[in-house]
């Protein structure tokens, strides 16, 4: 299950690498996609305004995007590359601070939403918003659940 993550305009302190690969793989587990193809880029506000304001029209900066590679004229919907999550680690930051939780429980919680859009997930009325807000927790628990060690 190749997980590639990209870190921009960092380092995040409190974002260790290697943990938010575990979590991400945690996660496609927790969906039955572990053999699914995933980038996540980590970066800062001005790069996510970018992208915000080149793929969405919307000028500003935002916490998470999601950039689906199974849809669209080119896509492969049954092929194993999902697309990317790019979450902008600063406003991550500031949202993590505002809500009296650590980083990186921020950044799982928004690569667990981007995560679901890619997997065809949406949030546009109140009981889909409500269904996906659930699958997300599911989604963080399992990040946040540590693996047992195998018995050798």
């Known amino acids: 299950m190749p997980v590639r993550l990209i870190v921009e305009a960092g380092p995040h302190?409190?974002?260790?690498?290697?943990?938010?690969?575990?979590?991400v793989r945690a996660m496609l587990d927790a969906l039955g996609?572990?053999?699914?193809?995933?980038?996540?880029?980590?970066?800062?506000?001005?790069?996510?305004?970018?992208?915000?304001?080149?793929?969405?029209?919307?000028?500003?900066?935002?916490?998470?995007?999601a950039f689906s590679q199974r849809e669209g004229d080119r896509s492969d919907p049954a092929g194993l590359l999902l697309g990317d999550v790019v979450v902008s680690v600063?406003?991550?930051?500031?949202?993590?601070?505002?809500?009296?939780?650590?980083?990186?429980?921020?950044?799982?919680?928004?690569?667990?939403?981007?995560?679901?859009h890619l997997a065809g997930w949406d949030h546009d009325t109140p009981r889909r918003d409500?269904?996906?807000?659930?699958?997300?927790?599911?989604?963080?628990?399992?990040?946040r659940a540590r693996p047992k060690p195998r018995k050798s």
């Open 13 to 23: 302190p409190g974002v260790a690498r290697a943990e938010v690969v575990r979590r």
């Open 33 to 65: 996609m572990s053999d699914c193809e995933l980038s996540i880029v980590l970066t800062g506000d001005a790069r996510i305004r970018r992208l915000n304001r080149d793929h969405r029209g919307v000028d500003g900066p935002t916490d998470v995007l």
């Open 90 to 116: 600063p406003t991550a930051r500031r949202q993590a601070r505002e809500s009296a939780r650590d980083v990186l429980h921020e950044v799982t919680w928004l690569v667990a939403h981007g995560l679901l």
């Open 130 to 143: 409500r269904a996906m807000r659930r699958e997300t927790e599911r989604l963080c628990a399992a990040a």
